[in-house]
């Protein structure tokens, strides 16, 4: 679809419009109807033929980043398919194995088949490079959805899948992962002397601007699950890993 296309655009608005929830509904339902609204513009927008057209695009590009980081299947889904809307090379060839890896119940066979190991990759070695982030934020946002029953094993299946990463690739995905933390803390110089740190975070913080307690939590939870998995060991000298190494000062003391 082109972007001069403005009937189809505003009958999909028009079905945006509709499946918006009125304020007094509960807020459970009110989250469901935002979420299919937002998965309905972007499948409008994964429609055009020419995305860089389309007014205000880098903005987009950048929502379509972020949300290939959140919790929602179906989000991350409709996201990736407005990142494939752009015909990347490097991206081509492996929409079918991403396609697996967004959806549940061939998860953990997508995860075989997309071999990313120095010893077995499926991936060209020119294409690495801009291809491994988008694989990493999907992974990311897989590993913070839950999934029933199957989330303990989705996310062991991942952890198992990271060691695959080379440590540059690796580091990526901590800085995904513990991005909004440092942030928040503003550390620029990485110390594993807890008392530093500690003084660090009393001096930066500014209650403003300020981590929800659901997001702390999910970044705890990240941090013990982590802690316990081999593959933190190949970033021992990655500046991420003083996050891990507090948690794990403060186990033994």
Do not use: W
Not at 104 to 113: A, I, M, N, T
Not at 159 to 185: A, C, K, S, W
Request: aromatic letters at 10%.
């Amino acid at each position: 679809m082109e972007e001069g296309s403005e009937d189809e655009i505003e009958q999909d608005n028009s079905t945006v419009i509709e499946n918006t929830a009125p304020q007094d509904a509960p807020r459970n339902i009110r989250r469901k109807k935002a979420i299919d609204a937002l998965k309905t513009l972007l499948e409008t927008f994964a429609r055009f033929s020419n995305p860089k057209n389309i007014k205000r695009e880098s903005e987009l590009k950048d929502i379509y980043n972020e949300l290939l980081k959140c919790d929602q299947d179906t989000l991350r889904t409709a996201a990736f398919y407005c990142i494939v809307a752009y015909r990347y090379s490097f991206l081509a060839p492996y929409v079918d194995y991403f396609a697996k890896l967004l959806d549940s119940k061939q998860f953990r066979e997508g995860l075989v088949l997309f071999s990313i190991s120095d010893e077995n990759s499926v991936v060209q070695s020119g294409h690495r490079e801009e291809l491994i982030p988008y694989l990493l934020k999907i992974l990311y946002g897989s590993l913070s959805s839950y999934v029933m029953v199957r989330a303990v094993a989705r996310r062991n299946a991942v952890l198992t899948y990271l060691r695959g990463f080379q440590p540059n690739e690796l580091q990526l995905f901590f800085e995904i992962m513990f991005g909004p933390l440092l942030d928040y803390i503003k550390i620029n110089e990485f110390s594993t002397d807890l008392e530093q740190l500690c003084e660090s975070i009393v001096t930066n913080y500014d209650s403003s601007n300020t981590l929800s307690p659901k997001k702390l939590k999910r970044l705890v939870y990240f941090i013990i699950i982590l802690h316990k998995k081999p593959v933190i060991n190949i970033l021992e000298n990655s500046k991420c890993t003083v996050i891990l190494k507090t948690r794990q000062n403060f186990t033994e003391n």
